[in-house]
């Protein structure tokens, strides 16, 4: 069965609506995310791109801004829920991993 | 020193890895490119350098679009920020370049880019290979109209012959084209989800080039099949005229974008002079070829018998009636309907008509088809074809098989029987000849068998 989209979210994916809990432009994710993990996530401008168009069709994003070519996000309450529930399901799988490793800490 | 160079180049329009190591490559030979248009790409020569180049796409652009819009400037300012310089576009897909060895890629995220190709390839790449065979197949079920009309004069024409190879060729390689990125789809979506890339595309441009090698080869071979000059010049005008219309249709799309024209006015405007230049170029092949044929007229003697004018030809034609019978008419008009010759078989059609100056005379004619089949396997279908030639007419006569006596030179004869009555037309099969003979009288098997003597002399 082929899975839904946007059920489970990828680092990029991921960043881009954190990012996006405050009224964002575009143009400014890809420096916030690399700030945000200290360089350890990149996401790329063609990435950022197809990515924004693919939150906005699917309403978790809305536009909330135009100024030339700046154009400003914020997410949306589908938007919102989409990354808490992507949220508990990472917290399952830490505590998951925890349960079984003993290892609460150190995580 | 050549500073620009203008190349046809051979990418599927999915295959963003082999656009990005081809424009790498070539920047390290010293040719950046700048400009894609009617798909020649254009490179200006530059000092060899170490450049990255990267593909993207934009699904909701168009080969109509302006050369401006809100969506490449947005991507183009986001590429800017990542310290990516757009160099050019070719429909969906976006071409970048960059000299900075750490500008972080423009695709980072293997399944968005999917995606991005899937939508984009659904909107150009999928619609004109699935148009294109829709056009094939028009084209094929033309030609199975015209075969069935009459097979063997359809077979004896090569530009038949070439239009069907031409026909199941581009079938062939559009349903591979198809084929080949459905099975591309499913393995990139199969390495993604193993924590991969997209799939390479391989072997596509030895394949391309190989095949317009093909069709350029079954062209000349076409051009030099050709017995006439006039013929020779009228099939170099008609592709001339079909590569003019296309390069005049792809210049007033691409002068409107270029002057920002909006997509559905430039789709529409574009449309518009295609339909006009398609209708001027037939009109301009018809013309030229209704010109040729009546320059082309056999020129001819005129009979006057009683209140009736008779045109004379004297056309060479395989048998007259004078070497069947002995008879000798001073005014007989000899013609030559059709003569065709394929590779497979030769087809002439040919009659005779015989005119007497006293109207209470009546002197022989016949009416008759020659045909020599050069491939075997073809026989029993030519010969199908003459013995059901008139099965769609109800109250039309049969043909019935005639017992003969041993003869060296008929293998089996046909006859036409009208209700129990015989007439006076025949299939004649001998050796590689099929023969189809109407005539004034009754020929006796003698003069069937000089018949085919005769014919099969001069065919």
């Known amino acids: ?107 | 020193m050549r500073m620009i160079k203008h190349r046809r180049e051979e990418f599927l329009l999915f295959d963003y890895a082999g656009v990005e190591k081809h424009l790498v490559k070539m920047a390290a030979k010293g040719w950046r490119l700048v400009d894609i248009e009617f798909g020649t790409w254009t490179y200006e020569r530059m000092e060899p350098a170490k450049i990255r180049y990267s593909v993207t796409y934009i699904p909701t652009v168009s080969a109509f679009d302006p050369a401006k819009t809100a969506e490449k400037d947005r991507m183009d300012e986001y590429c800017k920020i990542a310290g990516w310089e757009k160099v050019a576009d070719w429909n969906q897909m976006q071409i970048y370049c960059s000299e900075d060895p750490e500008a972080v890629d423009i695709e980072t995220d293997e399944s968005v880019r999917l995606e991005a190709i899937r939508k984009s390839m659904r909107k150009t790449f999928l619609v004109s290979n699935i148009l294109l065979l829709c056009v094939f197949a028009i084209q094929g079920c033309n030609q199975r109209l015209s075969y069935r009309v009459n097979p063997v004069s359809y077979l004896s024409q090569n530009s038949n012959l070439i239009a069907i190879g031409l026909i199941v060729f581009g079938i062939t390689v559009t349903l591979i084209n198809l084929l080949y990125y459905l099975y591309w789809i499913n393995k990139s979506k199969r390495l993604i989800a193993e924590g991969g890339r997209c799939a390479e595309v391989r072997f596509y441009r030895p394949f391309a080039y190989g095949s317009l090698a093909i069709v350029l080869g079954i062209l000349v071979i076409y051009i030099f099949s050709f017995t006439s000059g006039d013929t020779t010049l009228l099939f170099l005008g008609a592709l001339a005229g079909l590569f003019l219309i296309i390069y005049l249709v792809r210049k007033t799309s691409v002068i409107m974008r270029r002057k920002g024209v909006d997509q559905l006015l430039n789709k529409i405007v574009t449309f518009i002079v295609d339909i006009v230049l398609a209708i001027v170029l037939v009109s301009v092949i018809a013309w030229a070829g209704t010109k040729m044929v009546l320059d082309d007229e056999k020129e001819y003697e005129i009979f006057i018998s009683g209140d009736q004018e008779w045109h004379i030809y004297q056309d060479e034609i395989p048998v007259k009636v004078e070497d069947l019978i002995d008879v000798d008419y001073e005014h007989a008009s000899y013609v030559t309907r059709t003569e065709n010759e394929s590779i497979l078989l030769k087809f002439g059609q040919y009659m005779q008509q015989s005119y007497a100056t006293d109207e209470n005379t009546y002197y022989m004619s016949m009416d008759y088809d020659v045909v020599e089949v050069k491939a075997d396997f073809l026989y029993d279908m030519c010969l199908e074809g003459y013995l059901k030639r008139y099965d769609k007419y109800d109250d039309w006569g049969r043909y019935d098989e005639i017992d003969i006596y041993e003869s060296a030179v008929i293998d089996r004869l046909y006859q036409m029987q009208y209700d129990g009555e015989y007439g006076n037309e025949w299939i004649i099969c001998s050796d590689d000849l099929i023969i189809w003979l109407y005539a004034d009288w009754e020929l006796t098997e003698e003069e069937m068998e000089d018949f085919v003597l005769a014919a099969s002399k001069k065919v």
């Open chain 1, 1 to 107: 069965m082929p899975r839904e989209k946007f059920h489970t979210l990828t680092e990029p994916m991921f960043y881009i609506l954190l990012c996006l809990r405050k009224e964002c432009c575009g143009m400014d994710i890809m420096g916030q995310v690399e700030k945000l993990t200290s360089g350890r996530v990149k996401v790329g401008p063609g990435t950022l791109y197809n990515l924004l168009e693919q939150f906005l069709s699917a309403g978790m994003i809305e536009e909330t801004k135009v100024e030339g070519r700046r154009r400003s996000y914020i997410l949306t309450h589908k938007g919102n829920s989409m990354l808490e529930d992507e949220f508990k399901r990472l917290k399952t799988l830490v505590s998951d991993y925890q349960m079984l490793t003993g290892e609460e800490e150190s995580v």
